[in-house]
């Protein structure tokens, strides 16, 4: 296969858009769940706002100072706050675990899946996908060390060594490296998900083993998929930053509301992507088996 | 991660970890004139100050060993009014140690402080003569006024066998050795960058009666006569340094060292900088009283953030010039410590101030700015008008803080003058006032800065506090007296030790008003002072008919009131405004001596809103969002908010289906 294969990534957007649907849903499901938590918010921050002048330092551009002091109010508890949105993210996380499985089998069929075909893919893989889970956070935890290790190491050598800027560019070049660690993490799962939906595996080891080796000999083509299409995603919220910045007013809700949207929708977008990129590489190197046609009369 | 140890502002460090590009603000509005400031009494031969002190000193760094090696000499002018033979000095580097006075406070601050052998800084007096009076080393006796620590050796008194009479001089001749540790509050060293203050045995200051000589306190500063500087320095050649003062010669030596000589006049403290990677930088300002040579000793991978330096003291000199009167001396150095040396930051001597930036500084996050500013008032408020740094740390930091938010807004706008990045602002009065609320009643800024209940109280009532306090004095005696009342002060006590009492007179005197019931509550008390709006309501006057006629706007008469709560404890008269409507405002005056007090009004028109303190002058109140009561809600501000709510609620979502 050639390095690269920008089919691949080109191809994968015209899947979600295809069976766009699929995103839809999983928008749909993030703003549904995220509701609660701004619903709590507006009824925290409304108990002191509503009827205060000192709301205007919020509405007429964006006075830290006033936010802070809005937070230390008795009536608005930042922890427990943040800790609702934590709960409904989390469950956001459950749902998109659960989901995997529909929406990698809407991507291998390349079909629109009625609700009863999509939430038996998602069922019959989300315990698999599960077990994929636990076996990704032992990944991590070397990660996680080596995290720690190089914060101590540039810390130290910030700290000690004779040229000042030395721990910085330890740090900055280490995180790097991290980071396509996780990458080739990332990659790692993804491909066992797409695999074991391919071939309907169950033996999740023997997925994640053989995951692995297609990851390993191809790292450089998935990593240039992987990459590519994650540089959107950044380039969307930079583009998005710059528009609310220069062009929306400081009073503004329903332009900022609708800018949130499209940058939440472009990064569930970018992920689904990947998934589908991901599906359609897979086939090109292992197409499914031809359906068996019938004996000739 | 050390423990934050330097009393800069707290707030200078609260906003490190917001990226972004964003436009620069334009300065705001120029500042309104004031009368020109008294003819001045400065000319190049006339000293300054009383010049108590003469020290001429000379040390030789040892850069491998962090040592210093120095002979002082010191003549002492008896100015006193009676015979002393009791002399007390002060050994700052003696702090540096696990058992004295400073480092167990600083444990006791920070439970998680380790103590690290590269932290130990000490300074020992091998010899101690009295000119005509002999040897006195062995009668140093080291004394530790303030608690008594055994263990404590960063003050020490000598009795001389002869008093000096009141208008003599006496002559010290000490010879010393000087550890220094690494840099961790204000004092050391980091790789091959030295910063060398409170580095020589110095005499105390005789005050009300007696010798005014504290120990070292993690949160005390310094107290010392006005005199005259005569340094030489010796250290390897090809070292950048700058100190307090003016160079006067430069000498290069046979083993590879070079002798540098200072000389300042009218100064009461002696700092030293020395780098070989210092990237110099120069400028010139003029002043009321001519050029004022500008010199950055910046370090190379934070050259970018020179002119950024330039502009802030450009226009810090500029206004201090023109408000209270001209900086007398010729040259001031800014130097800017290395990554790790930030210790040394944010830090004031005469003449020289240390700055604190890193090498990637947004535009719109003006850390740099504040920094230089607020350490160039010191040159004003402790360099020349020279409080007693431990018992009236507020009357330096304090004023100095205030008349920051003012150089900052007036420099860089009100609301922007500390954050103007992603459309979010800050500014630095604003800044000021939400730190001080946070401890707003453990201490009055009457305190001994060593007596605070904790750092953070100390940092927060010294500083912002004040800050608050003065910018609630304008609203009682308007902007331009209270500039006009620290322009009399700068002038008055300039070159002096100025107490409290002759501040707050000064304020008094200006404004012609009697503040006591202001500074009795807000300076020496620790009252909090908090108004709300409790409640607000129209009823129609017709409340009680059976069939009352359809409201008709204009027409139906209603019965309004409401009801102002004084909550704290501190009494201020308050003005509230009330909205009506029809269009109408009143506005009502409040002594606020009772509890709470209900306005009535009996109008064809209903309530809309009422507030408090409606030109938002009264600084020192504890809550702004009590000020005011809406009859209808206004959810704009909960809508704005929730939808930023909602958005990161949705991003955190899917950041952790990255997991899935």
Not at chain 1, 167 to 194: K, N, S
Not at chain 2, 187 to 194: A, S
Not at chain 2, 195 to 203: A, E, L, N
Request: aromatic fraction near 14%.
């Amino acid at each position: 296969m050639s390095r690269g294969e920008p089919g691949v990534v080109v191809a994968g957007a015209r899947l979600v858009w295809r069976r766009q649907r699929v995103l839809w849903w999983v928008y749909g499901v993030n703003l549904l769940l995220a509701l609660p938590a701004a619903l709590r918010a507006s009824m925290s921050f409304g108990g002191v706002l509503n009827s205060s002048l000192a709301g205007e330092r919020l509405v007429k551009g964006f006075d830290l100072t006033a936010f802070i002091e809005l937070l230390a109010q008795p009536e608005v508890s930042p922890a427990q706050l943040l800790m609702g949105s934590f709960v409904f993210s989390f469950l956001f996380f459950v749902f998109f675990l659960f989901a995997t499985g529909g929406v990698l089998e809407a991507y291998r069929r390349d079909q629109s899946l009625g609700a009863g075909e999509f939430f038996a893919a998602c069922g019959g893989f989300f315990w698999r996908f599960v077990r994929l889970l636990l076996f990704l956070l032992i990944a991590l935890v070397p990660v996680g060390i080596l995290a720690g290790l190089l914060s101590r190491v540039s810390g130290r050598l910030a700290s000690d060594a004779p040229r000042e800027m030395l721990g910085f560019w330890v740090e900055l070049g280490g995180f790097l490296l991290l980071w396509v660690l996780l990458v080739a993490i990332r990659l790692w799962f993804d491909l066992a998900q797409v695999r074991a939906v391919a071939e309907g595996e169950r033996a999740m080891r023997r997925t994640l083993w053989r995951a692995l080796k297609l990851t390993a000999a191809n790292f450089g083509s998935l990593f240039w998929l992987y990459l590519r299409i994650t540089l959107v995603a950044w380039a969307g919220l930079a583009l998005a930053a710059w528009v609310w910045v220069k062009f929306v007013p400081a009073e503004s809700v329903g332009l900022s509301f609708l800018l949130g949207q499209a940058v939440v929708l472009l990064w569930l977008a970018t992920r689904v992507w990947q998934r589908a990129s991901e599906t359609l590489w897979y086939q090109r190197r292992f197409p499914p088996a031809p359906p068996a046609s019938a004996p000739s009369a | 991660m050390q423990p934050r140890l330097r009393a800069v502002p707290p707030k200078v460090f609260a906003l490190v970890s917001v990226l972004a590009a964003a436009a620069l603000v334009a300065a705001a509005a120029p500042a309104p004139e004031l009368p020109p400031p008294a003819a001045s009494t400065f000319t190049p031969d006339t000293p300054l100050s009383e010049r108590v002190v003469a020290y001429q000193i000379e040390a030789r760094l040892d850069t491998e060993k962090k040592t210093l090696e120095a002979t002082e000499t010191l003549t002492y002018r008896n100015r006193t009014g009676r015979p002393l033979d009791l002399f007390a000095f002060h050994l700052y580097l003696n702090a540096f140690q696990p058992q004295s006075t400073f480092m167990r406070e600083v444990r006791q601050g920070s439970p998680d402080f380790e103590w690290k052998e590269k932290y130990r800084g000490s300074i020992e007096v091998t010899r101690l003569e009295v000119v005509g009076q002999g040897d006195l080393t062995g009668k140093m006796e080291f004394i530790q006024p303030d608690d008594g620590n055994p263990d404590d050796r960063t003050v020490f008194q000598v009795r001389l066998p002869r008093p000096v009479p009141h208008g003599g001089e006496v002559q010290f001749k000490i010879a010393f050795r000087a550890q220094l540790p690494e840099v961790l509050a204000r004092t050391g060293y980091k790789r091959d960058f030295f910063m060398v203050g409170q580095w020589f045995p110095k005499v105390g200051v005789w005050w009300r009666g007696a010798w005014n000589c504290h120990q070292f306190h993690r949160n005390t500063e310094f107290f010392a006569d006005f005199g005259t500087y005569d340094v030489k320095v010796t250290l390897p050649q090809g070292t950048v340094v700058g100190a307090t003062g003016v160079e006067v010669g430069r000498q290069p030596n046979p083993d590879g060292t070079q002798t540098l000589a200072f000389r300042a006049e009218d100064v009461h403290d002696f700092v030293w900088t020395a780098d070989p990677s210092f990237r110099v930088v120069e400028d010139s300002f003029t002043g009321g009283l001519g050029p004022v040579k500008i010199r950055l000793l910046m370090q190379p991978g934070h050259l970018a953030q020179a002119p950024r330096y330039l502009q802030a003291l450009q226009g810090t000199l500029r206004l201090y010039d023109r408000w209270f009167g001209p900086y007398p001396y010729t040259q001031i150095t800014v130097v800017d410590p290395p990554h790790g040396g930030f210790g040394a930051g944010g830090m004031e001597y005469p003449m020289l101030i240390t700055a604190s930036t890193t090498w990637w500084m947004p535009a719109g996050l003006l850390l740099p700015e504040i920094v230089v500013e607020h350490e160039f008032g010191h040159q004003y408020w402790y360099g020349m008008v020279a409080t007693n740094e431990f018992e009236d740390a507020w009357l330096d930091e304090g004023i100095n803080a205030y008349v920051e938010t003012k150089v900052m807004a007036a420099l860089y706008g009100e609301e922007t003058s500390v954050l103007n990045l992603w459309g979010m602002t800050a500014g630095d009065a604003r800044l000021s006032r939400l730190q001080y609320r946070a401890v707003p009643d453990t201490d009055p800024m009457t305190r001994s800065a060593y007596e605070f209940m904790s750092g953070g109280a100390y940092g927060t009532v010294t500083y912002a506090k004040t800050a608050t306090v003065l910018r609630t004095l304008e609203s009682l005696i308007g902007e331009e007296t209270l500039r006009r009342a620290l322009q009399t002060y700068f002038q008055r006590y300039r070159f002096t030790h100025p107490t409290e009492e002759d501040f707050l007179r000064t304020v008094e005197e200006v404004s012609g008003q009697n503040l006591g019931w202001f500074f009795d509550q807000a300076v020496r008390g620790t009252h909090v002072l908090d108004y709300q709006v409790r409640t607000l309501r129209s009823d129609r006057a017709d409340w009680h008919e059976e069939n009352p006629p359809e409201e008709k706007k204009g027409e139906t008469l209603f019965r309004s009131f409401v009801v102002v709560h004084r909550k704290g404890d501190f009494i201020f008269p308050v003005e509230v405004e009330v909205k009506f409507d029809n269009g109408e405002t009143v506005r009502e005056h409040w002594d606020g001596r009772d509890r709470w007090v209900r306005f009535r009004y009996e109008k064809k028109a209903r309530v809309v809103s009422a507030e408090i303190d409606p030109d938002h002058k009264v600084w020192l109140d504890t809550n702004l969002f009590n000020n005011s009561r809406t009859r209808e809600s206004h959810r704009r501000a909960t809508r704005k908010l929730a939808q930023y709510w909602l958005f990161l609620t949705q991003f955190l979502a899917q950041w952790l289906a990255w997991l899935a």
